[in-house]
């Protein structure tokens, strides 16, 4: 599985637009991007997932180099309630185990 | 997506005992979930992966005598911590894997504290 490595923290202001770049130099030819939100005393919750490019969804967009070597998860306007651990994960398809990194802890501040 | 549920969401026991926490996969039938551990400020890390019908999977340095598995059927597994000490205080979140990409639906977690 491919090591990930993020900030250890960021800081924003209600309202911003806030990117959280995941460097995954060893990304293999078959392996996803997966990043998921954590709340504190809750379980992760899945956010977004790419293989190349870009992808959005109602709460997120994932920019994807073409090396792949690292992917970029923005988050747009963010509010409080976005205060949480965001986590990058890359593996296979048929991969089953998740190996987490130390996530991002995003402070969003009034 | 796949509803998990935790049961129970926090337990509170003495050094000694066992506690057995469950996982449920409400609407998902799965043959594998996954159980990790998360220390307060910490990452999660994964322990075991819980095989319908067959022996559970321990990471390494995790010790497959003190953290029981047993994944019954298709929707429920069940982690029972043996002999609990203080140091085995953490927050519990199992998770049910989706049936091809790199996604899993996670349970609520349970918090348990050692005395």
């Known amino acids: 599985l491919a090591k990930t490595t993020q900030p250890i923290s960021m800081d924003s202001y209600e309202g911003q637009e806030v990117n959280i770049t995941c460097s995954h130099n060893?990304?293999?030819?078959?392996?996803?991007i997966t990043w998921y939100q954590q709340f504190p005393s809750q379980g992760p919750r899945f956010i977004i997932q790419g293989y190349k490019t870009k992808v959005t969804n109602e709460v997120a967009s994932l920019f994807i180099p073409a090396d792949r070597k690292s992917s970029t998860l923005s988050l747009p306007r963010v509010s409080l309630s976005d205060t949480a651990v965001y986590y990058c994960l890359v593996g296979g398809l048929n991969t089953d185990k998740l190996i987490f990194g130390t996530g991002t802890r995003l402070q969003v501040f009034p | 997506g796949a509803v998990v549920s935790q049961h129970p969401s926090r337990v509170i026991c003495k050094s000694g005992t066992s506690v057995k926490i469950e996982c449920r996969s409400l609407d998902f039938q799965a043959t594998t979930m996954f159980w990790y551990r998360q220390f307060p400020k910490k990452s999660l890390m994964l322990m075991a992966t819980s095989n319908e019908g067959s022996k559970a999977t321990y990471e390494q340095g995790v010790e497959k005598d003190k953290f029981l598995i047993n994944h019954a059927s298709l929707t429920l597994s069940t982690l029972t911590v043996t002999s609990a000490h203080p140091e085995d205080s953490s927050f519990y979140i199992c998770?049910?894997?989706?049936?091809?990409?790199?996604?899993?639906?996670f349970g609520p977690g349970t918090r348990l504290t050692v005395l």
């Open positions: 060893n990304i293999a030819t078959n392996d996803y």
């Open positions: 998770s049910v894997p989706t049936s091809s990409y790199n996604e899993q639906f």
